[in-house]
Structures are given as C-alpha cells and as structure tokens.
C-alpha cells in the first residue's frame, strides 16, 4: 500500500525525469562540467610543470633542462649511503623553482642530519657548478620508506623464546646393518 502511494507521488511529480529532451539535457550538461573542469585542471598543470631553468647572464642565457637538474640530483644523493633518490618533482614559483626529493633511506640512518647535509651540498653545487642557486627557492625531501636490508635482528641465545631450561635427551640409535 506505502509503496503503490510513493510510486504514484514519484509518477506524478517527477514525470520530467522520464521525457527524452530532459535526459538528453541533463547528459550534455555533465559532459560540458567535466570537460570545463578538465580544462581548468590541464591549464593549472601546464603552469605548474617546469621544463627547464633560464638564467639570464650578461653574455645571453643559460637554459638547463630539468632532465640535466634530476641527473644532478641523483648524482648528490648517490653520495649519501644511506640515501636513495626514487623521484623528483620540479615546479615552477614565482620567481624560481620548487625542488621535492623522494628518498628512501635505511631504518638506522639519522634522517635530521641527511636532510640538512643534503640540503646545504645541493645549494652549494648548484651555485658552484650549475650557478642556479638563487632560482631555486625551497628543496622539500619526503622519505616515501624505510628499506628493508634483509638483515635479520640476532637475539642472544638466553633470550630466545621457547627456551627449554633442561638440556636435550641424547638418543643413541643402533648401528645401521
């Protein structure tokens, strides 16, 4: 009885929804939406994507692509042990570039002193090999994992779970004819 009642209300008062014209309407209408949006999204991340470094000097202008940046990169970090270079994002600011390292480092390494020690040599030899040092505005380091080295943790024998305290029985078994 309730549900013949809510279907005749939704019959009655939404019959638009069943007209061709309407759906046919409501569909171009969402396609236009995301198309807009996907617009929107391709314009921002067009800005947003550097492709190289332009430094105006007296003589003309150095440009430095971002692959040649990321070999750089990679090259500072191999120096670090307990550091490995996964990715790097170059963005564009205002006035430079925003550079973002994802590491991965081992469990023991002292991630406070890697993220200084690294942010100062890839300052120093960006402004001593590459001179794009004051282009670059800001070097954000994200560690995505610890690796694992395989090494397995030694527990002393006397703190082993399961440790029996009675010696093994010693079995001798009859010569083998």
Same mark, same amino acid.
């Given at each position: ?17 069943? +007209? ?37 000097? +007296? ?6 692509? #971002?692959?040649?940046?990321? #070999?750089?990169?990679? %090259? ?6 307990? &550091? ?6 170059? %963005?564009?600011?205002?006035?430079? =570039? ?14 406070? #002193? ?12 960006? &402004? ?12 954000? =380091? ?8 395989? &090494? ?26």
């Amino acid at each position: 009885m309730l549900v013949e009642k809510m279907r005749d209300l939704c019959s009655s008062n939404c019959a638009f929804l069943n +007209e061709p014209f309407f759906q046919a309407g409501f569909v171009t209408g969402i396609v236009l939406f995301l198309l807009i949006v996907l617009l929107i999204w391709l314009i921002v991340a067009s800005r947003t994507k550097c492709e190289a470094i332009q430094v105006k000097e +007296e003589g003309g202008l150095f440009v430095l692509s #971002t692959a040649a940046l990321k #070999t750089f990169l990679k %090259r500072i970090v191999l120096e670090f042990s307990k &550091a490995e270079l996964k990715d790097v994002c170059i %963005r564009k600011k205002q006035n430079g =570039i925003m550079l973002t390292l994802l590491l991965q480092v081992y469990p023991d390494t002292d991630v406070i #002193t890697l993220r200084s020690r690294l942010r100062e040599r890839i300052l120093d030899d960006a &402004a001593k090999k590459l001179g794009v040092a004051d282009q670059i505005q800001g070097i954000d =380091i994200k560690i995505s994992k610890m690796r694992d080295d395989g &090494a397995v943790p030694v527990i002393p024998i006397d703190e082993q779970p399961g440790k029996q305290e009675n010696p093994p029985i010693k079995v001798s078994l009859p010569p083998v004819q």
